[in-house]
């Protein structure tokens, strides 16, 4: 159980072309996703929290308009890098719970997904 | 003060020994506590999750908490070449708020 996916794993795009990374939760209800992006050899940087109909609350320095979060449902959440540059290109994670189990805390990470931007 | 500080290593330990992974954390009403690996180039995967005091054991990994001295800890008995990662420790303060580590690279020889 606990299963997120990602897709797509890998996208490769042009400067100033905007994409789309969907996230999902396979086998249980996500009340909470979160996105972190990583660049290579560094940890983990928190983007923004998403719950389930709500806005998605940014951390700080993220761009809440050039990194759009949509969570519409409870398994299904999207990132979008709007008019993506070269410093964006960076390994996209997200991570799902179900806030609603007191006793099964954990976030379970997507596989990710690899953007370069040319 | 970091909200979780994990020594970055390299940790080097031979095949077969055990990998002691050390995590302090800075708010004591922290209430879950998480141990992820990553191997390079992927993302991270739960290996164990420890929520009261004491020891708790899978397998060949076993977590150990300490929530007065804000300290846990990961050994993996029996260490294998496959075990060589990223190891990240996570603090759920409540709710939403989990801190993580920057990770503890540990490399077993052959």
């Known amino acids: 159980g606990a299963v997120v996916s990602q897709h797509p794993s890998r996208v490769i795009c042009k400067s100033g072309t905007s994409v789309k990374i969907e996230c999902r939760s396979l086998?249980?209800?996500?009340?909470?996703m979160f996105w972190y992006r990583q660049f290579p050899k560094q940890s983990l940087m928190l983007m923004a929290t998403?719950?389930?109909?709500?806005?998605?609350?940014?951390e700080q320095g993220v761009e809440k308009d050039k990194f759009l979060i949509n969570h519409a449902s409870l398994t299904l959440s999207t990132l979008t890098v709007t008019s993506a540059h070269p410093e964006d290109s960076s390994f996209y994670i997200c991570?799902?719970?179900?806030?609603?189990?007191?006793?099964?805390?954990?976030?379970?990470f997507g596989p990710g997904t690899r953007l370069t931007v040319l | 003060q970091k909200e979780v500080e994990q020594n970055s290593g390299p940790l080097s330990v031979p095949e077969g020994a055990i990998a002691s992974l050390n995590c302090t954390y800075s708010?004591?009403?922290?209430?879950?506590f998480f141990w992820y690996r990553q191997y390079s180039g992927k993302s991270p995967e739960l290996i164990m999750s420890?929520?009261?005091?004491g020891d708790k054991e899978d397998g060949r990994f076993t977590a150990q908490l300490n929530k007065a001295s804000q300290y846990v800890s990961l050994l993996i008995r029996d260490s294998q070449p496959s075990d060589s990662a990223t190891y990240l420790c996570?603090?759920?303060?409540?709710?939403?708020?989990?801190?993580f580590g920057t990770g503890t690279s540990l490399t077993v020889i052959p």
């Open positions: 991570s799902a719970r179900d806030g609603r189990r007191s006793s099964y805390n954990e976030q379970f």
């Open positions: 086998d249980f209800q996500a009340t909470t």
């Open positions: 998403s719950n389930e109909g709500s806005k998605a609350t940014y």
């Open positions: 708010d004591r009403g922290s209430q879950s």
């Open positions: 420890i929520y009261s005091n």
């Open positions: 996570a603090v759920n303060r409540a709710g939403n708020q989990f801190y």
